[in-house]
């Protein structure tokens, strides 16, 4: 067990999410992988925890922005959201690896440099 940690490995949030593997951590937000079962299939999921502060009693502005955006096509839903202990949290639908899961996997094939390059000028061009 972590005590610097809100959330620690094998414990449960909500009554039915146990947390897999924490993604981040720091003083103040943990996130964190859950599985939760959903009738007979064992589902992945997201758990974002922010610690209550005393001088912050309102919603979660986050909270407040996905909530409203749920409903809309692509973007992610929330499973549940509530507080526990001494946390606010909120579970939504896993999307898939991250960028950098993507890039560092050990694939049999190789890249050629022309396809490496349309990538490079892609990726780039979503940040401009």
Known sequence: MDDSRLINIGEVIGEKFLVD????????????????????????????????????KQPNNEQIIMQTLSGKKHF?????????????????????????????????QKLDLKSLLKFVLKLQGSFI
Do not use: W
């Not at 758990?47 to 001088?55: D, G, Y």
């Not at 606010?88 to 898939?96: A, F, P, S, T």
């Open 21 to 56: 593997k924490i993604i981040s951590s720091t003083q103040y937000i943990t996130n964190c992988a859950v599985k939760f079962k959903d009738g007979n299939q064992i589902k992945h999921a997201v758990l974002k925890a922010e610690r209550i502060a005393p001088e912050n």
């Open 76 to 108: 992610t839903k929330i499973i549940e959201s509530g507080t526990n202990m001494n946390y606010k949290y909120i579970v939504h639908q896993y999307l898939g690896p991250s960028i950098m899961d993507i890039v560092m996997r050990k694939y049999e």
